[in-house]
Every structure is written in structure tokens, then in C-alpha cells.
Antibody, heavy 121, light 107 residues
Framework: QVQLQESGPGLVKPSETLSLTCTVS????????WKWIRQPAGKGLEWIGR???????NYNASLKSRVTMSLDTSKSQFSLKLRSVTAADTAVYYC???????????????WGQGTTVTVSS | DIQMTQSPSSVSASVGDRVTITCRAS??????VAWYQQKSGKAPKLLII???SLQSGVPSRFSGSGSGTDFTLTISSLQPEDFATYYC?????????FGGGTKVEIK
């Protein structure tokens, strides 16, 4: 079945760029939205944004000025870059798969295990 | 952004109890509502889509209902493996937003 695995540095310095990659295995990236969600320790879930294989992206407006997502279909990987990080960006970062069409939303049915990113000097 | 107000924030219950969690949207939305279960240290797991459709493999003791602004997740007979935190989520309007979570604890 489809599996997702996040990878990237666990420690990022303030003002630098957080870079994470999610590798998709066991299935195709075509036809799905690929998403990033984060969760600060002991808190709720925050949607960061999504990318479609066409390259179309949607970002949370609260982070939009600092976020860039990309997708490499040849490698079945998608990536997140979050610039100018602060301690408030410390969280567990999840990648996830989602699907929807004009009529129906199918939820986020496959998630990575999550990777903890700490912003600290 | 559409706010999803989830209640209660925590509930203590015993095995076999019926548990109901509610989520209120800040404005009327389509039934583009999903519910997730998250156990400590794990990624969320999708339970329900379309406000009321059970995801494949999810036990039938879980059910969802609602429309407009009010949505509900019900666990008909709580099992030991159901102790976890539950989140509602709307995808009617971007950005996708989640409720604050309901922690179901052992009484």
C-alpha cells in the first residue's frame, strides 16, 4: 500500500530555512493532492498547504509569504520549504495524501509518521 | 478562515460507554467534513469523510452525522483501543482547518 516518509534536518536555526521532503512509495503521485500539516507539541493540527502534480499549489495565508512547495514526479517526492523560521515553527511536520473532486472530499487518507523539527540556535 | 469549534475538549469515559463529540463550523459549509483519530506519538488516522461515510477498515461503532454548521462523531461502545484524541476537519473552504481536538480518556 502507499506509504509516506518525511525526511530532513531535525534542528534549524532561527531565521534560516526549514526544508523537508516526503517520499511516496507503493503508489503514484498522479491524481492526488500532496499536503503538509504541522503540530506543535501538545497542540492541534495546522494545515500548511498542498500541491497537485500539475504544480498547482495552495498555501495557508498565515504562512504563505514564507512557504514554497514543490513536487518531483520522477522521484515520487514532494517538498516543503519554510523560510525565516522562528521558535513558533517548532513542531512535528506531517506529509499526507488527499483526494477530492468537484463533488466530494475524500479526506487525508495516508500520512507519514511525522518528523520533529526544532528551531533553536 | 472557517473556525471549527470542537467540544468537549476532553471526556472521561469507560469501556462500553457511548461518546459523542461535536464540531461547530463558524459558517455553513458543505459536508466536506472529516474526522481523525490520533494516538499519542502517532500520525492522525482518517475515520470519516463526507461527514458521515466510514473510511474503509474503520469499525462500525464509529459514526458521523451533521450538516450546515453542526457535525457529530459518535462512538457507540467505547473500546480500549479508542482512547485517543479526535479531530474534526473542514475542507469546504481553504485553508483547511481543524477543530481543537477532543481527548477521550479512561474513567
Amino acid at each position: 500500500q502507499v506509504q509516506l516518509q518525511e525526511s530532513g534536518p531535525g534542528l534549524v536555526k532561527p531565521s534560516e530555512t526549514l526544508s523537508l521532503t516526503c517520499t511516496v512509495s507503493g503508489g503514484s503521485v498522479d491524481g492526488y493532492y500532496w499536503k503538509w500539516i504541522r503540530q506543535p507539541a501538545g497542540k492541534g493540527l495546522e494545515w500548511i498547504g498542498r500541491i497537485y502534480p500539475s504544480g498547482r499549489t495552495n498555501y495557508n495565508a498565515s504562512l504563505k509569504s514564507r512557504v514554497t512547495m514543490s513536487l518531483d514526479t520522477s522521484k515520487s517526492q514532494f517538498s516543503l520549504k519554510l523560510r525565516s523560521v522562528t521558535a513558533a515553527d517548532t513542531a512535528v511536520y506531517y506529509c499526507a495524501r488527499g483526494a477530492e473532486n468537484y463533488y466530494y472530499y475524500y479526506g487525508m487518507d495516508v500520512w507519514g509518521q511525522g518528523t520533529t523539527v526544532t528551531v533553536s540556535s | 478562515d472557517i473556525q471549527m469549534t470542537q467540544s468537549p475538549s476532553s471526556v472521561s469515559a469507560s469501556v462500553g460507554d457511548r461518546v459523542t463529540i461535536t464540531c461547530r463550523a463558524s459558517q455553513g459549509i458543505r459536508s466536506w467534513v472529516a474526522w481523525y483519530q490520533q494516538k499519542s506519538g502517532k500520525a492522525p488516522k482518517l475515520l470519516i469523510i463526507g461527514a458521515s461515510s466510514l473510511q474503509s477498515g474503520v469499525p462500525s461503532r464509529f459514526s458521523g452525522s451533521g450538516s450546515g454548521t453542526d457535525f457529530t462523531l459518535t462512538i457507540s461502545s467505547l473500546q480500549p483501543e479508542d482512547f485517543a484524541t479526535y479531530y474534526c476537519q473542514q475542507a469546504d473552504t481553504l485553508p483547511v482547518t481543524f477543530g481543537g481536538g477532543t481527548k477521550v480518556e479512561i474513567k
